[in-house]
């Protein structure tokens, strides 16, 4: 499946991704674990998250759903300026 791929998008939604032999994290966790071999043999593939999808690859790359658990970063309500570096923008 991946190889007919140029990209994967987890998309937002209302899936538990807390339980890790789910299906859906088990299909996630198979193409995530595609786009990173084809990296390591030097194709492009990216990978995308959004809402749930983000929360997703976070929880696949950390191997424990606890990585999502509120009050776990000592960033909350924590607001930090978007810094461009030189020559980003035109």
Not at 18 to 45: F, I, K, N, P, Q
Not at 57 to 81: K, T
């Amino acid at each position: 499946l991946l190889a007919s791929l140029n990209g994967v998008l987890f998309t937002g939604g209302d899936e538990n991704i807390s339980r890790l032999d789910s299906t859906y994290m088990r299909t996630a966790a198979r193409l995530l674990e595609g786009a990173v071999s084809a990296h390591a043999a030097g194709e492009h593939v990216p990978v995308w998250g959004t809402c749930m999808g983000i929360q997703t690859l976070s929880v696949l790359a950390a191997r424990d759903p606890s990585i999502l658990s509120l009050g776990a970063f000592d960033s909350e309500g924590l607001m930090l300026p978007l810094e461009f570096e030189p020559g980003v923008l035109p």
